[in-house]
Nanobody, 122 residues
Framework: QVQLEQSGGGLVQAGGFLRLSCAASGRTSSDYSMDWFRQAPGKEREFVAR????????YYADSVKGRFTISKDNAKNTVYLQMNSLKPEDTAVYYC???????????????WGQGTQVTVSS
């Protein structure tokens, strides 16, 4: 079983930055990836970024490419989402999720983080 513990987030002005963390514990696997998702009020959850647990290959949604960076500290089993040049439309609850990916989508989520609010004021 895998447990994910999120930290970070908060309130920031447009153009500012924040860093989210997601620490994994338990039975992680090199077959897994870690995704960040976000969900704004009244909107569907959307994919933000992904990092492969074994290769550290990264993938981003077009909406955050060039502004967000996902990275991993292997020693700490922690994934970070560095969010720069934040926009009001980035306001959402952000979730990390670990699972297996097939065809570009996470098809088997083994664990979700608890979610953290990111609010970007204009």
């Amino acid at each position: 079983q895998v447990q994910l513990e999120q930290s970070g987030g908060g309130l920031v002005q447009a153009g500012g930055f924040l860093r989210l963390s997601c620490a994994a514990s338990g039975r992680t696997s090199s077959d897994y990836s870690m995704d960040w998702f976000r969900q704004a009020p009244g909107k569907e959850r959307e994919f933000v970024a992904r990092i492969s647990w074994s290769s550290s290959n990264t993938y981003y949604a077009d909406s955050v490419k060039g502004r967000f960076t996902i990275s991993k500290d292997n020693a700490k089993n922690t994934v970070y989402l560095q969010m720069n040049s934040l926009k009001p439309e980035d306001t959402a609850v952000y979730y990390c999720a670990m699972g297996t990916v097939f065809g570009g989508s996470m098809i088997n989520v083994v664990s979700w983080g608890q979610g953290t609010q990111v609010t970007v004021s204009s």
